[in-house]
């Protein structure tokens, strides 16, 4: 049934989205070194090199995207930090080091990447409440001396913080308007009411976005 479903959908791909939209991507990087900046699509196995993005004055860029479907894209600056983009119709603004993988990096002017920038935001604030902080350091200690009984313990406490961690976090996704951005949002979330959600939205996002290679892949890992 699933893949008469998805034969439906591949049925109306070509008209879905006639015309491609163009998309501003404009930005700074605040450590430009040597090499190149490549716009890519990212689909589900493989990184599609589209075209390479000159710097201005060796800090800033504006490039036009001609974006045939919306879905996940990525910049990489240099070989040595890849921002990962989901365009659909807004131009956006990138902020990143540009010299390290884990440097700073921050997109504006989208929904989908204002979602996921507060939801990390609210992700990190429950990581780092005093209470979880004090339950990992004691999980800690309890491996070092080897002590499997406390450390069992504090195994199963840290597993209903995470579950309730985890709901806090799928509700405010679920508030959310349904976007691409519900992908990278979810993939943190693997407990079993999380599975349960993420099975639910697949076949809405496959309907929302029947163009994006990105939804159809999670389409066919989180359907029944």
Known sequence: MRHLYVGLILLFLAGCYPNSETIKISGEVRFATNGHI???KLNPKTIVPIDTIELINNRYFTYYAKIDTPDYYSIDFFGKQRVNLILNDQDIEIVVDGNDPIGFGRIYGSMEHDMLWELKL???SFNNTPKYLELKSSMRQA????DSLILDSLRLEADDWVLNRNAHLRDFISEKELSLAHIEATSILND???IKYKTSIAPLLLDKYP???QALRFYNENSN
Do not use: A, G
């Open 211 to 213: 163009t994006s290679k």
């Open 143 to 146: 491996f070092i001396d080897r």
């Open 192 to 194: 079993s009411m999380s």
């Open 38 to 40: 490549v716009f890519s």
């Open 122 to 124: 609210l992700r990190d």
